[in-house]
């Protein structure tokens, strides 16, 4: 199985902050990485997918880029709604695999 | 709009079979694959597998021995089986739908069930 390691795990940072997080693959995957968004109750909702394509209706302000094994998902200025946990996901094997997530609050 | 619906018991004792349905409205279940995704509570995102509209699945091997996918396109339906429960079966289980027949990154999503292994 391909294992995905998100870092930070978790992240505090502040309304306006620019906030990156790393997905690193263990083995190549390509461009075939997806990243997503999950508030508290809620289903994950996609936000990029083969690494840098912008799902439709999403903010441009949020990135995403890497190939490969390393990966980045950057937000350029966080909005009090972008505080959630954030998950990559690879397609590039099965089985489909997420990383463990990268928790954002609020400073 | 695409929108799916899980639906089945939220309690099921251990040793016994796991069943439920996901409905899908607002377009065709045909041409996409359909997945099932579970989260432990406070933990990450585990794909389950997936069935394709024809009937075409993949499982994932940790759970391979215990899962079925099946799909009824009449009634826009797939569902899944999980066999031989424990509590480390507890978890909210989502299903969604894959991109395209290429890609199957999660694009639709139902808003999960939380089932609980418990006697």
């Known amino acids: 199985d391909i294992q995905l390691t998100q870092s930070p795990s978790f992240l505090s940072a502040s309304v306006g902050d620019r906030v990156t997080i790393t997905c690193r693959a263990s083995?190549?995957?390509?461009?075939?990485l997806a990243w997503y968004q999950q508030k508290p109750g809620k289903a994950p909702k996609l936000l990029i997918q083969?690494?840098?394509t912008l799902q439709s209706g999403v903010p441009s302000r949020f990135s995403g880029s890497g190939s490969g094994t390393e990966f980045t998902l950057t937000i350029s200025s966080l909005q009090p709604e972008d505080f959630a946990t954030y998950y990559c996901?690879?397609?590039?094997?099965?089985?489909?695999?997420f990383g463990g997530g990268t928790k954002v609050e609020i400073k | 709009q695409v929108q799916l619906q899980e639906s089945g018991p939220g309690l099921v004792k251990p040793a016994e079979t796991l069943s439920l349905i996901c409905t899908v409205s607002?377009?065709?279940?045909?041409?996409?694959?359909w997945s099932w995704i579970r989260q432990p509570p406070g933990k990450g995102l585990e794909w389950i597998g997936y069935?394709?509209?024809?009937?075409?699945?993949d499982y994932n091997p940790s759970l391979k021995s215990r899962v079925t996918i099946s799909v009824d396109t009449s009634k826009n339906q797939f569902s899944l089986n999980l066999s031989s429960v424990t509590a480390a079966d507890t978890a909210v289980y989502f299903c969604?739908?894959?991109?395209?027949?290429?890609?199957?990154?999660?694009?639709?999503w139902g808003q999960g069930t939380l089932v609980t292994v418990s006697s």
């Open positions: 996901q690879q397609i590039n094997n099965y089985p489909l695999t």
């Open positions: 969604a739908r894959g991109l395209s027949r290429n890609y199957n990154f999660f694009d639709f």
């Open positions: 607002g377009d065709s279940i045909s041409g996409y694959h």
């Open positions: 083995q190549g995957i390509s461009s075939y």
């Open positions: 069935i394709y509209s024809s009937g075409s699945t």
């Open positions: 083969v690494a840098s």
